[in-house]
């Protein structure tokens, strides 16, 4: 369905102005580098709404509260420890990517030699999905997030905003300021979903503690040093304090090592504020999922402390490490997913149904495929390049991926994955605000699912939801999509 | 009452990244000069609410209905037009302040000659005090605005700010995160109060009118150009959209001429947006309350076609005149007070308690007195010489009198009123944090009441309302408290 082509003067004298005023003053903001902390940029987000079809926004929510259970077996190795699916998968990872893989092995390894002391898990997900433009009701993955999932925050308020000005009328190009979207903007609140689920994960860690204590208990969000993005942050702080009474703290991996501790005389480990004397119950990373985040040994070691203790992580080092690309690729391979998913035929349809073909480049069958497509001129044109990397500008696209790889040994590019590109259906009438100015340009969205699990490291799964979604939107013509880094921008949906 | 005493650590790390993030993510802010409409800078603001004494400021709520009813009646002629109280003083005042009041008041007597086609007015006032260091139960009137009175939404959230901070334990100097204020930082909303009027005010406008319409009905704010509090003013948008569904329009005196025009083929001069067909209700003035307001004298045009109109004016020509500071000044003689209040002895003496001494600089027997304490340079040091001026900025102060005086001819001086400087005593603990510096410094702090108010042209009252306060600080050592210019900031009240 079109979106309404606004006059150029309706949209400079009522739609732009009511948009910069309502996302500064509802919190839609960012620090601009080497802000000081009394100004704020808007973040970048488009005017409309962006058309969705109902089906695939649906076969996306419908598959979400699987896929938490799926990450959420993968993440569990019960008694197998070393032997387990993820642990393989790992070990292997770890050779071909030292650096950083690597580094999350170890320290899993260390923990494996010790005696567990919080069996409670929380996973905060996000499943990425592009639709298919040769099949409208058809959604592929992109890739499944484990840690540090964003926006949840944004999302909420970037459909309020929409929604804001639409019922205001100022998106009917008659002028007569009419609603043209009625009940088609649907709003979730995810920041919210995510706040309770820690509310939740902090009454598991209550109920599995051998004494009870009259310390606050809090959530601590270890976050990157200059960190831009604090306003999204800051709306599932606000959402854990105003609807669930919980505080949170906010720290480095600086601040972990300087101002918290284990409870003394306590084989427990349970984490203190010094300051405060208040108890950290959960640890939720905003921090840590790349390696530009570690500057040195002593982040390893903050971040160590933290797996070690008592709080539920959200998530710890084996739920992470199932967000590599390398596990998504395993599990295109129907056997793969059988183990997790186990007979339900239908079910198994039904995610397998979201995966577009990836490749390893290895010595498999399939490795040998994979390298076979990756390097030919042409074939090539069809694929992405992948590292187990997160953050965005990590991938290689089409006819770069040959001279990218001539340029390793081939047994480093066991640490990459070649998966088929998807291919999204531009839509042509939307405009991105970025900065004071406005892109009138053909955009690609990514539509992203959240959940939240609560799991235990016996296979027992007691709380799981999909607290909502995320759209989010970058021209055509851009390959990558980070928000904050100033290449795409937020979104809401429209159903049709 | 001490306000807590925070150790320099606890300020910076935990009280300032949330009060910045809060703030700015509430819409406490303002653009900078020169702006780009997608970012804005924190507004300035206290730390801490400032101690009020319980007594004085329930003094304070207590005079504002009368006083709003007070101003009504100053403003209203009935059927005596130009030998009216108001007219009198404005016509005289004309003369000696030719460029502004003089301005008004010519606007005024051409109203005089037509038809009134609109009886029902809209006061939106604020009542400024400060209160009296030799007597902490007594406030005393700095000033009464009838136009253009700011900060009502602003006042909200700095009170919920602070509320917020205490809630999570952010002011305690034990570290403990406990709170500090209990229920005596108190919370009013009187941008919603102002929203409420509104409604009010449409309500008659319909009721009044001679036949009923489909067109929307809606507030138009008058603003002024290159405005920077637009955060503030979107308070009072919100309010009247999410709280009573009525939608507004931002208008500077360019966009009145363009877009404005009268109904055709009707002598009842309803006011229709041209683009969209909506129908004025009321005109709400953010602007022309200063000379430099109208550039030319097309904006004056401006402002006789919105007078002319049937909307109803918040506030119309003669309630702004009735906010001079020559018109408070003659309140101060009891036998004006009077004719206003009639016999009502305990009302009366208690508007009266709240004035200080004002003089005029004319040739009757105050205005001699008068022109005796401005001249004498030791006298002049208790006093303050205002102009026929709002918006901050104009004051002559104390030893400065004389020597402005002299500049001037002796009939100039009428344009004038002196006023004896309230003693206010200083709150030492607080701290005014301004762009991103923190100032520990003594400030003086002005509590302003807000009133509403909605009359007719004959004497009735039907609508009087108080919805709410402002508190304002600056430094101690500081004469102006313009809060955008930069002198002063936003506060909000502890009661004790
Ligand atoms: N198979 C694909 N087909 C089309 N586009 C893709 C594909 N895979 C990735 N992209 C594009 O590249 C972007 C980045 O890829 P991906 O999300 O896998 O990387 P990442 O480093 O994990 O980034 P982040 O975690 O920050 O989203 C995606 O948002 C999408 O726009
Ligand atoms: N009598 C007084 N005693 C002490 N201080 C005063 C007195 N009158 C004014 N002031 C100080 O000067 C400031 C400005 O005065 P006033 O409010 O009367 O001027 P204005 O031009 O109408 O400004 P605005 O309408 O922007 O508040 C006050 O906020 C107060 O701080
Ligand atoms: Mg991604
Ligand atoms: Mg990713
Ligand atoms: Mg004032
Ligand atoms: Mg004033």
Known sequence: PPLPKLPRSTLNDSLLPELYKWSLSHGLMVYKENSTPNEATMVPLTAYPTPIPRKAFEAAIDVQLPFNQLYAKISTVGTDQESSFISKVSSKLAKSDPT?????????????????????????????????????SSIKQVEFNTISVSFAGFSNKVAQLHSHLNRLGLYDPSGKNKQVYFDEVPVSNPANGFAKSMKKAIEFYSASSTYTTDRELVVAFIIQRNERNVFDQKCIEDELWESYGIKSIRLTFDDVVNELEYVKNDDERRLIVKRTGQEIAVVYYRTGYTFDDYISEKDWDARFFLEQSFAIKAPNLLTQLSGTKKIQQLLTDDKVLSQFIGDDEELRAKLNDTFVKIYPLDNTEMGEMGKKLATDPKLCENYVLKPQREGGGNNIYKKDIPKFLSTLNENEWDAYILMELIHNEPSLDNIICRNDEIFPLPILSELGIYGTIIFDDKGGIYYNHCPGWLLRSKFETSDEGGVVAGFGCLDSVFLY
């Open 100 to 136: 950083f893989t690597g580094k999350l092995w170890t320290l899993q390894r260390k923990l494996f030699n010790q005696p567990s002391l919080q069996s409670f898990n929380l996973g905060i997900f996000r499943s990425d999905y592009l639709i298919d433009k040769t099949n409208f």
